[in-house]
Structures are given as structure tokens and as C-alpha cells.
């Protein structure tokens, strides 16, 4: 291919780089075919450059590289000069279509549907309806799975004859011998149902989507299920109910786990399908079983959809029959299903209202708040505010109290910080007065806790709460107690006071930082422990953009001078460290 047009020199490097050894750089110039195209012009690209394209990339083993040729070519319709030319874009997305790599073979079906929507009908009929026919009928199960995707295209504009072949080519793909053309067909049946005229969906389609959903692989099983809602809103509610309602009791008893999960997963969707009486009579026993069910996936996906389930069924809630299932899952041995339900429940507490909140949902949230998974617990304290809303803050806070004071308590030191980094989102959900009542004094205990990570939490969350209730709050119910502590005979609970004071000064501003925070924290200078001494050297630079300038003059840096005479190396080298801080 030469390139005579000096305009063109970019495009001529890119092609080279087309056919370089190293994969990157092809890919690289793949991605830039737009870049090519325009410095061609429209004619050489559409009567040079894709043949050129398609020659040399038939026998292309990098998947990135032909799904990037598949994606490019699906936007190329300006760069060959609009609609009336299309058509030379099929052939090497043809060839495309029968790569071995799922991906780029849905990419190229993608791509040949974007192009066939903004073709000419004759051009769908003599181009892409011959292309759609070809590979069906090629003896590679890639090129005749990629063909489903393509009817639903080019059916609506053919004529009868034509049509009459499409349904007859789509049904004999939905009976191949290859599983895998048969699972593309089950994938691919709503959309071509769509297109299907009414008479024709009973004849056609409806026994096609009969026959897949008995299919001896389960892959294609369960597609079935995800047609059941595709195909119930093209029939009516009769036939709906006739048609489709057996399918999903059969399919939600499927022998196949997949096939079951996949039943639970859509199950709010194929309940708006069949409409709220057979849901009512049918749904929920098949809900109740999938709940149940003794693979915890299938338990999984079903508990994540308890509060959708109930908003279908609202104002009639099953409450009797699923809710038992739903305390059943809160004890469940699999972390996963217990994960999914605190996911979810939360949300039904706006729908149970405050009797059936209290006497059902309650238990059932407290018992998950014990959980020994933290993002279990998280889950359930992130949507506490939905049960707080519907039966009032004394009722809850009662019921959280009993659970906080046990959790407090758990010899696991992980629990306790787990619980710890709950306070501030509780706090800020429950309120002031909850935590001033009920929780500050345990706030407080934390701080002094014989586990390291334990007193570090604690101080980051009187950090939190400073910053959520604000620092005049902080000074009347943290500050005192903080300053209370600062003697404690334990030299490591003295440093975690320390670290906690420095991190309140921020919130508490300058005055209170200066005439408060700092004379505790220049009083540990003197600590007859080192340690004590060079944490002094470490917190003392945090508080520099706190006060006024004359106070780090005046009286932060002569107090780290001090340090760095003193008879500790350790506490030496901290504080040279905080004075090149403060220089800098």
C-alpha cells in the first residue's frame, strides 16, 4: 500500500506500526485506525484501507488487538463516507465473529449491530441479512453463536420471505447440536422476540424458549430465566400466566444451583412479570424455598432482595412466611448470606412500620450486630437511621444499649475497634443526647484500654465526634475528661493522651489550644519516662498552624530546645526532628 501524500506520513508510520512484531504497538495503532482513516480521506479508506485491514489481520492471536479492531470498526460509518457505504465494514467483522475469544466475537456482533441499525433497507437485505445467513450456516460453532446476536437487526426490515428464513434459521440454532450455540440463541431470544410479529410469538418463539428452558445444560437453563421477563411483556396476562408462571416454579427447583440463584436473583423482576395474585400464591412459596435452599448461594442472592420482594407485595406483606426465612439467614453459616441480608433488611423497617419493626425486624438486627464480621456490623449500623425513623430514638437507643455494653466487653481486642468506629456514625444518626446519656463514659474507658489499637481508635474518634458536635460541645464533655487522665500512672496511656489532645487541638481552635492543650502537654515535658518526653517533641509541630505565632516563638520552640538537651538520645532526635519541622 503506498503513501505518496506527504499529508499522510502519520498515517503511514500508524500502518506500519499495524504489522510491527510487539503487541503493544499494534494495539497502539489500532486504537488510532480514526487517525488513519482521516488522514486517507474517505475514499482510500473505504477502497484501500479496510480490505487492508482484513487481509492482514485474519491470522491476528492477540485478543486486545482485535477487540480493538472490533470496537473501531462499529464507529467508522463517517469515516468511510456515511450509510451508503456500510456495507464494506461487514467483511472483516465477519471474520471477527468466529475468533475463538468470547469478547471480541461479542464485540464484533455489537459493532455489526451499530452498523446494520443505520444501514439502507436494501443494503440489510442484500448485505447484512446474506452475512447473518453465512454464519449460521458455518460449520464453526463461534461463527453460528455470533449469528443470534445479529437477528433482531435484520429481521424488522425484511420482507416475509426473508422473515419466514430468519425464524426458521433462529429455531435451528436453538435445537444445535453445540451447547454453547444454544446458550447464544437462549441470550439472544428476547431481543429477537421483540421483533417477532404477535402470531408468530406463540408459534416461533414461545416453543423455542420452552425447549431451551428443559435444555441438558444448565448455562443455557438458565438464560431461560432471564427470558421469562423479557417475554412475559409481550404476552398478555393470561398467556403470561399459562406460559411463562410454570416455567419459573420448574426453573426455581432446577436441579442446578445456577440455575436457582439465577431464579432468586431476578426474582422481583419475574414477580412483576406474572403480576401481584400469582405472586401472592405462587412466588411466595418458591421466595420461601429459595431462602431456604441448601446452597448458600442461591441463600445469598435471595436475601439480598427481602426488602424489594415486600415492596411488590406492599400493602399484603408475607410476613408470616418470609420473615421466619429472614431470621433463619441472620444465623446463617455462611458470612456471604449473612452479609447480603444486613445489606438489605434495614430497608424493611419503613415498610413493617413500628409494631411489626419492633416485634420482627428488631431481633433480627440486634442479632447481626453482634456479628463476629465487621462489615456485617457496618452494614447494619450505616442504615441504622431507617429503624431509628420509623420507632423513635428511645426504643432504639434501649435496644442498642445492651449490645454496645457487650460488645464493649468482647475479649477480642478487634471487636472493640470495630464497635469503637462505629461510635461516630451512631453518634451522628442517634444524636447528641444519645451519646452524652448512654455511651460517653464508655468513650472515654477506651482511651485507656490495654490494647494499643484500642486506645488509638479511641482517640480518633473523640476526634470525630469533636468535629460532628462541634468544639464548644467538646470542651463542656471531651476536654475535661481528656485533662482528667493525663496523670495516669501508666506511662503508655499518658503518650495515647498526648496523641489525643493533639489531635483535638485543631477542632478546639487557638484560645483553647493555647490557655488548655499546651500547658498539659509542656507539663509531660518533664515526664520521668523518655518516652513521654519525645511523644512531647512529636505532637508539638501538629499544634504550630493551631496557635498564633508568637506562642510557637515564645513558648513551643523553647520547650523542644529544652528537649534537645535532654539526657535521652531518643528524645533527642525527636526533637531536632520538630525543630527542622517547625523551620521548614
Not at 462499529?74 to 457505504?85: A, K, N, R
Not at 433497507?121 to 460449520?139: G, Q, V
Not at 444519645?434 to 476526634?463: P, S
Amino acid at each position: 500500500m503506498s503513501m505518496s501524500d506527504e499529508s499522510a506520513s502519520l498515517a503511514a508510520v500508524l500502518i506500519d506500526e499495524l504489522m510491527n512484531q510487539e503487541s503493544d504497538i499494534r494495539l497502539n495503532s489500532m486504537r488510532q485506525l480514526s487517525t488513519i482513516a482521516r488522514a486517507l480521506g474517505v475514499e482510500r479508506t473505504r477502497t484501500e484501507f479496510i480490505q487492508y485491514i482484513k487481509e492482514n489481520f485474519d491470522d491476528e492471536d492477540d485478543e486486545e488487538v482485535l477487540l480493538e479492531m472490533a470496537q473501531q470498526l462499529g464507529v467508522f460509518i463517517t469515516y468511510v463516507g456515511g450509510v451508503e457505504h456500510a456495507t464494506v465494514l461487514l467483511p472483516p467483522l465477519e471474520g471477527l465473529c468466529s475468533v475463538g475469544e468470547t469478547f471480541v466475537r461479542d464485540k464484533a456482533v455489537e459493532s455489526l449491530c451499530k452498523i446494520g441499525s443505520q444501514m439502507r433497507e436494501p443494503d440489510l437485505i442484500e448485505s447484512f441479512i446474506p452475512l447473518l445467513k453465512k454464519l449460521a450456516a458455518d460449520k464453526e460453532w463461534t461463527a453460528q453463536s455470533s449469528s443470534s446476536g445479529l437477528f433482531h437487526i435484520a429481521y424488522p426490515n425484511a420482507p416475509e420471505p426473508l422473515r419466514k428464513e430468519l425464524r426458521t434459521l433462529y429455531n435451528q440454532l436453538s435445537h444445535n447440536e453445540t451447547p454453547l450455540v444454544r446458550k447464544a440463541a437462549a441470550k439472544n431470544l428476547g431481543k429477537f422476540a421483540e421483533t417477532i410479529e404477535q402470531p408468530y410469538l406463540m408459534n416461533y418463539i414461545m416453543p423455542m424458549f420452552k425447549y431451551l428452558s428443559q435444555d441438558d445444560q444448565d448455562s443455557v437453563r438458565l438464560l431461560a430465566v432471564k427470558n421469562c421477563a423479557a417475554l412475559g411483556k409481550l404476552l398478555e396476562p393470561q398467556v403470561c400466566l399459562a406460559e411463562i408462571l410454570p416455567v419459573i416454579i420448574r426453573l426455581s427447583q432446577d436441579d442446578s444451583w445456577k440455575v436457582r440463584y439465577t431464579v432468586a436473583d431476578q426474582i422481583c423482576e419475574l414477580c412483576e412479570t406474572v403480576g401481584p395474585d400469582a405472586t401472592r400464591t405462587e412466588m411466595v412459596p418458591a421466595y420461601v424455598r429459595l431462602l431456604r435452599d441448601n446452597e448458600a448461594d442461591v441463600r445469598r442472592a435471595a436475601a439480598g432482595k427481602v426488602t424489594k420482594f415486600f415492596q411488590i407485595l406492599s400493602p399484603e406483606l408475607p410476613v408470616q412466611r418470609i420473615l421466619p426465612c429472614v431470621k433463619e439467614l441472620s444465623s446463617d453459616q455462611s458470612q456471604e448470606v449473612r452479609f447480603a441480608l444486613a445489606s438489605d433488611i434495614m430497608g424493611l423497617a419503613p415498610i413493617l412500620e413500628k409494631d411489626q419493626t419492633v416485634e420482627q425486624l428488631l431481633p433480627i438486627f440486634l442479632s447481626l450486630l453482634k456479628d463476629e464480621s465487621t462489615q456485617i456490623r457496618v452494614n447494619i449500623i450505616s442504615k441504622i437511621d431507617q429503624v431509628n425513623q420509623v420507632i423513635g430514638i428511645d426504643l432504639l437507643s434501649q435496644a442498642l444499649l445492651s449490645v454496645i455494653d457487650e460488645l464493649s466487653e468482647a475479649k477480642h481486642w478487634r471487636v472493640r475497634v470495630a464497635l469503637i468506629n462505629f461510635i461516630p456514625l451512631l453518634a451522628s444518626q442517634l444524636g447528641v443526647g444519645f451519646y452524652n446519656d448512654k455511651i460517653g463514659a464508655l468513650c472515654m474507658q477506651w482511651l485507656t484500654d490495654e490494647v494499643h489499637q484500642v486506645r488509638v481508635a479511641a482517640a480518633n474518634n473523640l476526634e470525630l465526634l469533636a468535629i460532628k458536635f462541634g468544639p464548644e460541645w467538646a470542651s463542656e464533655h471531651i476536654i475535661p475528661q481528656v485533662l482528667d487522665m493525663v496523670n495516669d500512672r501508666r506511662y503508655q496511656y499518658r503518650i495515647n493522651i498526648l496523641r489525643t489532645l493533639s489531635l483535638l487541638a485543631p477542632v478546639m481552635g487557638s484560645e483553647i489550644t493555647t490557655s488548655t492543650i499546651l500547658p498539659v502537654i509542656f507539663a509531660a515535658s518533664t515526664d520521668r519516662v523518655p518516652n513521654v518526653r519525645f511523644n512531647v517533641a512529636k505532637v508539638l509541630p501538629s499544634l504550630v498552624s493551631v496557635v498564633d505565632q508568637s506562642v510557637v516563638e515564645q513558648r513551643i520552640r523553647p520547650c523542644l530546645n529544652k528537649l534537645n538537651q535532654d539526657e535521652d538520645a531518643d528524645v533527642r532526635f525527636f526533637a531536632n526532628k520538630a525543630l527542622q519541622a517547625i523551620y521548614q
